[in-house]
């Protein structure tokens, strides 16, 4: 790779996450670290329509870790409490990428200089 494209590579992955580190420091609401899992239930009413494999649900439920051990809690339609999972999982799938762009500018840094011919 020439020097004006590792320019453009490093440049565009120092943008992309600085964008995303400002998200994160926009963020308002605190957090709930757990993860959200949708769970359908068959019940046991005679020709219920779940027997046919139409499930009712989802309801949800959340991981979350207490005293070293993963619990499963009811969030139900507590709309505050899915917000904060949903913020939660936003929150790791954004310091996910910000991992990945710095490892990728380590290479793209020694590419660089290695490219520079003084
Ligand atoms: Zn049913």
Redesign the pocket.
């Known amino acids: 790779m020439n020097l004006s494209h590792l320019r453009k590579k490093i440049s565009a992955a120092l943008s992309r996450r600085t964008k995303l580190e400002k998200e994160l420091l926009n963020c308002r609401l605190r957090m709930i670290k757990g993860s959200l899992i949708k769970r359908y239930i ?2 046991q ?1 005679p020709g ?4 046919r494999g139409e499930k ?1 649900g989802p309801f949800f439920y959340m991981n979350i870790i207490s005293d070293g051990k993963t619990i499963q809690k009811y969030v139900g339609k507590n709309e505050s409490l899915l917000k904060k999972l949903k913020e939660y999982k936003n929150f790791q799938d954004k310091m996910r990428e910000i991992r990945k762009i710095t490892s990728s500018l380590e290479k793209l840094w020694s590419q660089f200089q290695e490219a520079l011919t003084e």
């Open positions: 068959v019940c009413k219920c329509r779940c027997a009712h």
